[in-house]
């Protein structure tokens, strides 16, 4: 079913709707029926991420389209367009069109990232607004459904499956993987001994494999396979690749002058160059003397083919492929495979058995047709994937049941990207910063340029990521989107993707000193000013269970964390894809402990234009009388040393003061220690500012916040910054340092 969001508001797109339409509409009929429009705005579509022009309206979308409808936002009263509105709208809608096939998913991790500060997992309520905490597995968007059918997350699916049409994996770090069929397996005989072909597919891109086992035993161990790994876009040469079989064949009697068949051997629109044939005599071949001993015995048959077209019809006369016989003494199986080269063509095959059967008690001598294949022309190579061949002959070692537990441990390498020298060769790597931008760059991925990816914020990030030991191991192996796969990647690392004026952005919730903008009650709209308070209840978790799949046991294992004063009563249950180590679990659960005490006041407000300067995750200071967060205003004039401010000031005794400053670019300054001057607006400053303080009329005066030691303002970290005509209003959640003590 086709996606649609309708986006109302293009600069609130927590207000954004998604439907799934089950119907077969034209895009002008689903555009009238979901009523994108209901103010009559005019309004755009993009499909798969790109703009659409009307004439293609009268389409059909295909069930993995993703439509997206935006209202177009209008200018202010009075006249002509508001400029602001304009430039803010056209880079709203630029940045959708860049996002490509990502614009569905990316539309839910803003809304998300902006809205979702808390949310219940495994029963209990756990807040952080910063870097929204991970789903419980049952309600990700990595569904149960379809981690159910994993082959690598399930330990019910444990095994290697044959998916037509499926997903090809993909994975990054280190890893174990059951890969799934390439193509389907099939048998040959050779010299009465049976050999099994798998192709599988490891992962897209480059990889270097560890370890290949079948079940828990290393393939080492089993002299009777041979295995061949295959890097990208290169040939295959242990496995015929465009293998079919005939389904109709399924150990079918020959007998004297009476034909089997025919069985159309290869699909329509299929050509092949070679059949394969497959008997069997499963009592063996002879006669039982009377000496007691075995004498030999003789079977004779015939196999003939003839060309069809793709509705099955003859296209000519049968030609003998082969007269065939076979003489032997034993009473054991006996299991031959002939080859026939014919004309490339569609072909079905007939047999026929040339001898008389003997019936007698003391004779073996049946013959039964086991399997027909057809052999196509191979491909070169299978392009960008790794892919592992295996060649089998079966043995008491080898049951039937264990060629499907072939399963790898693998290395990803992908391309790492430096300031110095840009990208690499492919490298074998666990990071979490090349993961992302292996997905954001893939010819299977986002196919990004390096234009629209912060290369430069991702290698200071790798180098944050590897000295704490912060990796992503992990597998795609069921449907998501780049987006999705992008938020699960970068949780692994504490952060979270975001869209800036067109370019991808990885948002780190890291520890951050300086504050990018300063905002008082001078510059912030009045009455727009709020704060709201998570009171804790009886739902709140009191710590937190944090499930991984363990790369010790190639298993999910859980870490319970806490902080020191917490029970363990009502934890939050969370599952952190792509970890793999209990000590970078037990990490990212105590800081999800942490946020979910220290982070609970909620603070938005509107302000002009310098409301831009911040971006998510960005530190600000904040001062404001009514919550006693330090006291803020102009500074009136300067004499020497002495301040004359615009506000009253609120001198304490026996405490020390201090002053900052914001700067033309909206920082905030140095913090200055003062004492009372001749009045109570009058400060004197102890040491000479930074900053060249402006107390004219021509632009705005230099603005201040004062407070005693520790309490000047209140640093709160950017979780939202929505235009609101010629207003900005940021969404933010208070700073504290007790989330960085991991």
Known sequence: MPQIVKIQNPFNLAQSEVFYCSKQMSITEIAIYYNVSPQNLPFICFLNGEPLLRRFWNDRPKSSDHLAFMCLPQGGGGGGSNPIKVVLSVAVMVAAYYTGGI?????????????????????SMLVNAVIPSP????????????????????????????????????????????????????????????????????????CEVEQIRIDDTLISSFAEVEYEIVQPNQPVTLF???????????????????????????????????????????????????????????????AEARLVDDEGNALGDWIVLGSESHTA??????????????????????????????TSARAAHAIYWESLKGYMEAPSDFGEMTLLAIKMRATNNLSS?????????????????????????????RSIAWAIADILTAPYG???????????????????????????????????TIWEAMLKVARCGRAIPILQAGMIRIIRDDKKTIPTAMFTPRNIVKDSFSI?????????????????FSSKYWKYDDVTTKLADSTEENPANVDLFGCTNKEHAAREGYYMCACNRYRRKYISFQTELEGLIPTYGDLISITHDMCEWGQGGEVLSVSGNTLKLSEHLMWKENEEHFICFRHKDGSMSETYPVIRGAVDEEAVIQTVPDIKIYTGTAME????????????????KVIGVKPRGDTVEISCVNESDEVYKT
Not at 107 to 117: I, L, Q, V
Not at 335 to 355: A, C, I, K, N, P
């Open 532 to 548: 709201e308070y998570i009171m804790p209840s009886e739902d709140t978790a009191d710590s937190v269970k944090v499930q991984y």
């Open 135 to 206: 789903y419980s597995s049952l309600t990700s968007s990595y569904s149960a459904s379809s981690l159910e059918s994993s082959p690598t997350y399930s330990l019910n699916a444990q095994g290697n499956q044959a998916k037509l049409g499926g997903v090809i994996p993909v994975l990054y770090g280190r890893h174990i993987i059951y890969p799934d069929f390439a193509a389907k397996p099939y048998t040959e005989y050779n010299e009465n001994e049976q050999y099994l072909h798998q192709l599988h597919v490891l992962t897209q891109g480059y």
């Open 401 to 429: 049941n264990s060629s499907r537990k072939i399963n790898a441990i693998v290395n990803r390498k992908v391309k790492t990207w430096s300031s110095n020298s840009g990208w690499s060769e492919p490298v074998k790597t």
């Open 240 to 302: 015929n690749p465009n293998v079919v079989m005939a389904a109709e064949i399924a150990g079918q009697e020959l007998l004297k002058d009476t034909y089997v068949g025919g069985f159309i051997v290869n699909p329509e629109d299929t050509q092949i160059d070679k059949i394969g044939i497959d008997v069997v005599m499963s009592a063996g071949l002879y006669y039982a003397n009377d000496s007691g001993g075995l004498s030999s015995k003789t079977i004779q048959w015939k």
């Open 446 to 480: 986002g196919k990004l340029s390096d234009e629209r990816i912060h290369l430069t914020e991702l290698e200071q990030l790798d180098k944050v990521w590897e000295s704490r030991g912060d990796y992503f191991d992990g597998i795609f192996d069921s449907t998501t």
């Open 701 to 716: 005066r230099t603005h201040f916040t004062f407070g005693i030691k520790g309490k000047v303002s209140m640093y709160a």
């Open 329 to 358: 003494a034993q009473n054991t199986p006996i299991r031959l495979t002939f080859f026939y080269m014919v004309s490339l063509g569609r072909y079905e095959v007939r047999m026929v058995r040339l001898d008389a059967k003997d």
């Open 103 to 123: 614009v569905a998913g990316a539309y839910g991790a803003f809304a998300g990232a902006a809205a979702a500060t808390a949310i219940s997992v495994g029963g």
